[in-house]
């Protein structure tokens, strides 16, 4: 048990003081680059998602500093892969734009950044009504392949990535549709979805679990390992995908409700009847994440994202733009005195504003 705390403890410390570290001065490069584009709604939409989406950076290089090696590497792919995810959901959220189509020929460029062997000749903006990036997100593709194409065991973690990948794309495509549309098509791609899952899910609960890239980020930083076994591979694509990557975005959804409502966003969080039972389901995502978590390869790792996830959400000023929300802090209370240390930590960094 002390052991178990000590490397906790060790995590912990790598990622406030060395990832937070590698991370801000790769936004700050990505910065300069973004700066160079010639069209001024897609420099505005780069700029946006690298200033007030940092934190999705930060929290994703958790993952680099996991890794046995390629520490340094892992957050050059990392923050350029969540660069890309954030730069394309505000291009498709952000920019009064409805075009499926487009928004797929976009996503293009986030599965050719997880495919290193990949022609990145494709013109992502081809169907987009802005075009001259200055070679901003190619340069951000580029910089994910060359990474996976030097960790030893990428190949075998590919397949699971690449389908994480295609359903975060499905996600993206279709959930910034005409309003009206977004919910009939989304029942429609995740009904079969479901069966194969868990049919115990709601379909905006296996929505939510598409939308997360700590599956991806996971799988990421295992492919750095040398010695990985498909076993334990598999076990981890199953904990993440979709109970943990469902966790981290119900707690992004959940922190949400009120901002989403005013703009007209869809939330799904919003499809629970109230907060009691919004904070039931949470509470079951959390239980099986924590199981699933405790049996896997270094599960004090694992643990520490889980935990975390309430920490880090919770923490976040927006909770208190909530309307009648409670069922948070028997959600915190349920996640365990490490997580609620972890928030109280998160308090103390938000307001020192490192992140």
């Not at 780069?46 to 680099?64: D, M, P, R």
Request: hydrophobic share 45%; charged share 25%.
């Amino acid at each position: 048990m002390l052991f178990f705390e000590f490397r906790r403890l060790i995590l912990l410390r790598r990622f406030i003081f060395k990832a937070f570290a590698g991370v801000n001065s790769e936004l700050e490069k990505w910065k300069q680059i973004a700066s160079n584009s010639p069209d001024y709604e897609l420099k505005k939409q780069a700029l946006a998602s690298l200033t007030n989406k940092k934190f999705h950076c930060q929290g994703g290089s958790v993952f680099a500093i996991w890794a046995k090696n390629y520490q340094a590497e892992l957050i050059k792919a990392i923050v350029a892969l969540q660069t890309i995810s954030d730069y394309l959901d505000n291009l498709c959220d952000r920019a009064g734009i409805f075009d499926e189509e487009a928004f797929r020929q976009l996503h293009k460029a986030f599965i050719d950044a997880l495919t290193p062997e990949a022609d990145i000749s494709n013109d992502y903006y081809a169907k987009y009504p802005f075009y001259s990036d200055g070679g901003y997100l190619k340069s951000l593709v580029k910089t994910c392949q060359e990474v996976l194409r030097f960790l030893p065991s990428y190949k075998l973690v590919q397949g699971m990535v690449l389908r994480l990948g295609q359903y975060y794309c499905n996600l993206q495509a279709t959930k910034h549709i005409e309003f009206e549309n977004r919910q009939k098509r989304l029942k429609s791609w995740l009904k079969p979805l479901l069966s194969e899952i868990d049919n115990d899910l709601y379909w905006w609960e296996l929505a939510a679990a598409t939308g997360s890239t700590l599956g991806i980020f996971v799988l990421m930083a295992l492919a750095a390992w040398e010695d990985l076994n498909e076993i334990e591979i598999k076990k981890v694509y199953e904990a993440y995908f979709p109970w943990i990557g469902g966790l981290h975005i119900l707690l992004d959804y959940y922190i949400d409700q009120q901002e989403d409502k005013e703009g007209g966003d869809l939330n799904f969080v919003a499809y629970y009847n109230n907060d009691f039972e919004a904070g039931e389901r949470l509470k079951l995502f959390l239980k099986k994440s924590l199981e699933k978590a405790n049996n896997l390869i270094d599960p004090s790792f694992h643990l520490l994202i889980v935990q975390g996830l309430p920490a880090l959400y919770f923490s976040d000023s927006k909770l208190a733009s909530q309307y009648k929300v409670y069922a948070w802090k028997d959600v915190l209370l349920n996640a365990g005195p490490y997580s609620r240390n972890l928030y109280r930590l998160c308090k103390a960094l938000r307001k020192i504003k490192i992140i």
